[in-house]
């Protein structure tokens, strides 16, 4: 424990014990500057740190986002071009990255190596307090936005990767929503602007106003300081202080953000986004809120149970009178708790015209309703056990622990420095929650956040077919009409900005300046494996593979059924079943009172579908249908009795009920393809010649969205034929010769095999169905999917296997190398594109795909030259090691104990066993510049296939459409 004679150079404020965090947090404020400072000590070696401004905006420019990706752009101390890909390509960090919010822009790292945690610290805190912005101006033209022309007889442009990734975000409805409503609710506040830039109004931004507002807000006096873990304390603050926080004065900074005085009477704001000519038109309604104080933990907490009680978990009551209502074809709600003022939103997507009364009388009828009779009561306390459940679990996926505590630090701290830990303890306020449920606490929360709150917004946002075209054209001729108003010298002088610009681009950082960032040596990384716990059973009829793991108590079980004699007109409907069970009523529960069941007795029940490669197959894989359960030892007797209900009790010939589901899952999935355009091109790329990528195209990619699109346009026709194929499908997938368990824990398992879990395997399907092996038809269709969308997501890709090119570790730091080199450097930094990535797997396919591209066929010449690339490609030792360490960062990352068991039992299903992954790893560390240049056959091979897909902007595919073999809509 820290005492306070270890904080020298610091004040000591607060100490407060976080039974959550398994530790101590410690407030302190920097005597000479004020600079703010949060500790977490534990026993966790995930150590994570970051640094913090408050940084609200005065405008649409952006300047907050564009600073943000700037500053990582040199240093004074680490004055390399690019110090944040270095270090992303050589150091072992669990997380690197920063973030801009609505008022606060954060720079955090993290890493389980006490040296690594320093050196990233230390280019961190230099990066923020002494950019290379002041050198260079074409930073903020490479990041920000900049003219670009490189001949007289061009067209005169925008180009920039802030600029670039916000026309892909404003090609987003969702995104588009979301901004309107701040700016209407919180109107009067720096809120009302958008942080990370509006495209429209980015190349407003001035080279003095970008420096101001550094010079302005990166003061320590505005800083948030943040550490936590397994971390030597004394020894990284005395380095925080000398190094950088004793060189300032202290100084008053006003980047407080005021707040919104509260309407009188509701306000209405509304707009248009933008939709091709052939997509189906579709209006927004939003009923939104102003909804309490950030400060407020238990207020928060109580709009987040409301959110889930009356609009998330299946049949909310709200969310289903709104659907009911016929207003829409989607519902959304979510509660905004991280900034000053929380709102909470109620959207109904795809709505007809005319609407927008009905919909707020339905709103508000549904909740005095609520108010009137009386809340669930049942369903308010399951919801509060999940929250709990959640809590208790801590299991944040791919980010660290402390990140997520510390980005949830801010959204007190930000705001009053007395509450820098209101928000560490979660599990005391709800335990006050749950006292409250029978006391008419969230009746009257209902009351007076939402009929009795005037704070309120209405925003509608129209469909305007060709928008963004029409937008584009009217910059086209601005611009052209400024160009033709430069003089010759003028003209020369923006021709030659473009050349410089460039040449910085493409000139790389000296061999000197590259020396000056810390890296770490090979000696500093184990080459043993972090090997697998996989320990067989059989019980019965039933395979059980263990992985003993320390899980706190948490029994984790994965039913994983083979798919692979699944025949191939049932592959949608499989996944069509992970979206309806329960969502559907059951033979016992309500599809709500299932929700609730759940909540209350287990900590989780989902399910998906994916696919295992085969690695002793060419083109083997084993298509899956996994029903994963989370409980407490002692629920598994609920938990098994939940499961057999939905699976084998779901009403799934409820017609009414898969209408409404397939018409939500359409909506969803006209959103979610274009954000996440990178993914889908790439698979749909590879399901031209890969088979397993076939499947996982038919399955859950653009093929899938496909078959909804097709049912949710003839659903009445097709009711019948669709009932009929999902029994069919379930006939298929749950029988015992197809099951194989999963079980993660420290247990006795035999006897939990010998239980519930062997009577589960004797209920599920005997009688005979047929079965078939999917034979797909593949065909190269090179396709363009049209969009409403300023940007695009490019994609190519093959098989990269023949005779003497078989898999190797060594692909994987060549894949390192494309990420952090050639691509960044040819599709982000000089092409302007957000993002630029690959993959290369065991099956023998890789791809190339981009990110909210601004370009189509340069993207893809990119790609083609990558062989050429790699057979000249040259590195030093130093160049090698980093490489090599970035590759190892990312193979060991820490894992929680559910991801420790998956990660075993994925790789038993594959047929990867230790002494395979070791053979790869041993290939990663010994890999060498020859060994590199020797895969350039792999990329040649790959690139060989040919294969095209881009999702993207409707005109700039039809004016590339010589690339494709076919070019449509994608929503039509």
């Not at 050198?135 to 990767?161: M, P, S, T």
């Not at 190349?203 to 300081?225: G, M, V």
């Not at 992970?578 to 209350?600: K, P």
């Not at 594109?833 to 893809?860: K, Q, V, W």
Request: charged fraction near 30%.
């Amino acid at each position: 424990m820290l005492k306070e004679t270890d904080f020298k150079n610091y004040s000591f404020i607060q100490k407060e014990k976080i039974e959550e965090l398994n530790g101590y947090g410690y407030v302190l404020e920097h005597k000479k500057t004020g600079a703010r400072v949060l500790l977490v000590e534990n026993d966790d070696t995930n150590k994570v740190f970051s640094i913090a401004f408050r940084t609200p905006p005065a405008d649409d420019t952006g300047v907050a986002h564009i600073l943000e990706h700037s500053v990582l752009c040199g240093s004074d101390k680490f004055p390399s071009k690019d110090p944040f890909i270095e270090l992303a390509k050589g150091s072992l960090n669990t997380f690197l990255n920063a973030m801009t919010y609505p008022d606060k822009t954060v720079y955090p790292i993290a890493s389980c190596n006490e040296q690594d945690y320093h050196n990233l610290m230390h280019v961190y805190l230099d990066a923020v307090f002494h950019p290379n912005i002041y050198k260079r101006d074409e930073i903020l033209k490479q990041e920000g936005w900049h003219y670009e022309i490189a001949d007289r007889d061009d067209e005169l442009k925008f180009n920039g990767v802030v600029y670039n990734e916000m026309k892909g975000v404003f090609s987003s409805p969702d995104d588009v929503l979301a901004r309107k409503i701040q700016e209407a609710l919180l109107k009067d506040t720096p809120y009302a602007y958008e942080s990370g830039g509006d495209p429209d109004a980015i190349p407003e931004l001035t080279r003095e106003k970008f420096l101001d507002f550094h010079s302005k807000y990166y003061h320590p006096s505005n800083s948030y300081i943040y550490l936590y873990g397994n971390v030597d304390f004394a020894k990284e603050l005395e380095f925080i202080d000398e190094e950088y926080l004793s060189h300032y004065e202290k100084k008053v900074v006003d980047s407080e953000v005021a707040l919104q005085k509260p309407f009188l009477t509701p306000e209405t704001l509304k707009d248009t986004y933008s939709v091709s000519e052939e997509e189906e038109e579709g209006v927004y309604l939003s009923y939104n809120v102003a909804a309490g104080d950030s400060c407020d933990n238990e207020r928060g907490l109580a709009m987040q149970i409301l959110d889930y009680v009356l609009f998330t978990m299946p049949g909310a009551p709200v969310r289903k009178k709104l659907i009911d209502a016929g207003l829409g074809k989607d519902v959304d709600s979510y509660y905004d708790g991280g900034i000053q003022q929380p709102l909470f939103s109620i959207i109904v997507k795809n709505a007809g015209k005319g609407k927008e009364n009905l919909f707020i009388q339905t709103v508000e009828e549904a909740l005095k309703e609520q108010v009137e009779k009386g809340l669930n009561k049942k369903a308010i306390y399951s919801a509060i056990n999940n929250y709990e459940f959640k809590y208790r679990e801590a299991d944040f996926g791919r980010f660290p622990k402390g990140l997520i505590y510390g980005l949830n630090f801010l959204n007190s701290w930000l705001y009053d420095d007395a509450k820098a830990l209101e928000l560490a303890d979660s599990l005391t306020p709800l335990a006050t929650l749950k006292e409250k449920v029978d006391t008419g606490y969230f009746e009257q929360l209902i009351k007076e956040s939402f009929l009795d709150n005037t704070h309120k917004a209405y925003v509608y946002l129209y469909p305007e077919e060709g928008k963004n075209e029409r937008l584009e054209e009217e910059l086209k001729a601005q611009l052209a009409k400024m160009k033709n108003k430069l003089n010759s010298k003028q003209l020369n002088y923006l021709i030659e900005d473009t050349k410089k610009l460039k040449e910085f681009q493409e000139t790389p950082s000296t061999q000197e300046e590259l020396e000056k960032i810390p890296t770490l040596s090979l000696s500093d990384i184990s080459r043993e494996v972090r090997p697998f716990k996989n320990k067989e059973m059989v019980i019965g009829d039933t395979t059980a593979v263990v992985h003993e793991y320390h899980t706190n108590g948490i029994v984790y079980s994965d039913f994983c059924f083979d798919m692979s004699e699944l025949p191939e007109e049932l592959i949608p409907y499989a996944t069509l079943l992970t979206e309806i069970y329960r969502y559907v009523d059951t033979e016992h529960f309500s599809y709500n009172d299932l929700a609730t069941e759940i909540n209350l007795k287990i900590g989780g029940l989902s399910f998906q579908t994916g696919m295992n490669v085969l690695v002793w197959k060419k083109d083997g894989y084993r298509p899956y249908f996994s029903i994963q359960m989370k409980c407490m030892e002692e629920q598994v007797a609920d938990g098994m009795a939940l499961l057999k209900e939905v699976l084998l009790n779901s009403k799934v010939d409820d017609k009414k009920r898969l209408k409404e589901i397939i018409s939500e899952l359409r909506t969803k999935m006209d959103t979610r393809i274009p954000a996440s355009g990178h993914v889908y091109a790439a698979n749909r790329a590879l399901s031209y010649v890969d088979p397993m990528m076939k499947y996982k195209d038919t399955a859950e990619g653009i093929g899938f969205y496909e078959f909804i699109k097709k049912l949710d346009k003839n659903f009445d026709s097709n009711a019948e034929l669709l009932v009929k194929q999902l029994v069919r499908a379930q006939m298929c997938i749950f029988r015992k010769e197809n099951l194989t368990l999963s079980l993660t824990g420290e247990f006795n398992f035999k006897s939990l095999l010998e239980g519930e879990m062997l009577q589960f395997n004797r209920m599920l399907y005997e009688m005979p169905c047929v079965k078939a092996v999917p034979t797909f038809n593949m065909e190269k269709k090179n396709e363009g999917f049209k969009t409403a969308s300023k940007v695009q997501y490019v994609a190519s890709g093959g098989c990269f296997e023949k005779e003497g090119q078989e898999y190797t570790g060594a692909l994987k730091v060549l894949k390192t190398i494309f990420s952090y080199d050639y691509l960044w450097v040819n599709v982000r930094v000089t092409g302007g594109a957000y993002g630029c990535m690959c993959s290369f797997s065991r099956n023998g396919y890789g791809f190339f795909t981009s990110y909210r591209d601004p370009n189509l066929s340069a993207t893809l010449n990119v790609y083609k030259k990558a062989a050429e690339y790699v057979r000249n490609f040259e590195a030093g030792q130093r160049d090698m090691t980093k490489y090599i360490i970035g590759t190892i960062s990312g193979i060991d990352q820490p894992l929680e104990p559910a991801a420790l068991g998956d990660r075993s039992f994925h790789a038993y299903q594959s047929g990867v066993t230790v002494e395979m992954i070791q053979k790869e790893r041993n290939q990663v560390l010994d890999a060498t510049e020859e060994t590199i240049r020797s895969l350039a056959g792999y990329i040649e091979t790959m690139m060989d296939a040919g294969t095209v897909c881009a999702i993207g902007n409707d005109r700039k595919l039809e004016e590339e459409k010589e690339l494709f073999k076919q070019v449509s809509s994608l929503t039509q």
